[in-house]
């Protein structure tokens, strides 16, 4: 069972008042309260490019309906190439994922520190996808509230290891009795494999919903 922390010094606003913005609101800290209350409340952080922490809420938001992955044959391939771990080493995965050498590299220290310390209090969970010798070549982060896991950001360096990790992630989300994979943005990457978009009402709807339930990792509605 996951540990809730202390709550947040600061409040945020309500998604819903940045109309068809994206950007919500400025400021605050990385607190675990403080991120918890953001994704309980449809928002997640990350820098804006002067530095300033933002708080973002898509108009148009991404998200995959764990009934609608699309899996090929080729990928199919790679899943049965790979094995897989839950929670092992949450640190790599997230370096992984804050590489700096990355096309539009975003997860500064600041964000590593703050999601592993979620994660020791039981909130952040992490796939890691293992080469034959023990390698790790891929992997994925998110939050995990009740039925919502709110994808951060995955990381690949073997063929289609990010999106074997997403596959095993969709599998275990399933068995689990989850049913809201929140991705954020929409993009063409995504896409291709599943990912929609719903607009910023029908996203909250799904979230109060997902809150209302359990997941895989057991979490009760508060």
Not at 1 to 9: D, F, K, L, N, V
Not at 95 to 120: E, F, M, Q
Not at 162 to 177: D, F, N, P, R
Request: glycine fraction near 10%.
């Amino acid at each position: 069972m996951p540990t809730e922390p202390p709550p947040s010094r600061f409040e945020l606003p309500s998604p819903e008042l940045a109309g068809e913005d994206d950007l919500v609101a400025t400021g605050g800290d990385l607190e675990p309260g403080t991120l918890l209350a953001a994704y309980r409340s449809g928002q997640f952080p990350m820098h804006l490019q002067d530095g300033r922490l933002g708080w973002w809420s898509p108009a148009r938001r991404g998200i995959l309906p764990l009934d609608g992955m699309r899996v090929t044959r080729s990928l199919r391939k790679s899943y049965r190439r790979y094995t897989y771990t839950i929670d092992t080493d949450p640190a790599a995965v997230l370096a992984g994922c804050a590489d700096p050498t990355r096309p539009n590299a975003w997860i500064s220290d600041d964000i590593t520190v703050a999601y592993l310390r979620l994660h020791k209090l039981g909130w952040v969970h992490s796939v890691e996808v293992w080469e034959a010798d023990s390698r790790l070549v891929g992997g994925l982060y998110g939050v995990a509230v009740g039925g919502l896991f709110a994808g951060e950001s995955m990381f690949s360096v073997a063929r289609d290891a990010s999106k074997c990790a997403l596959l095993h992630l969709v599998i275990l989300l399933q068995q689990g009795g989850a049913t809201l994979l929140d991705t954020q943005w929409a993009t063409p990457h995504l896409q291709s494999l599943g990912v929609i978009e719903v607009d910023r009402s029908e996203y909250l709807l799904k979230l109060r919903r997902a809150l209302s339930v359990p997941g895989p990792w057991g979490q009760p509605q508060r």
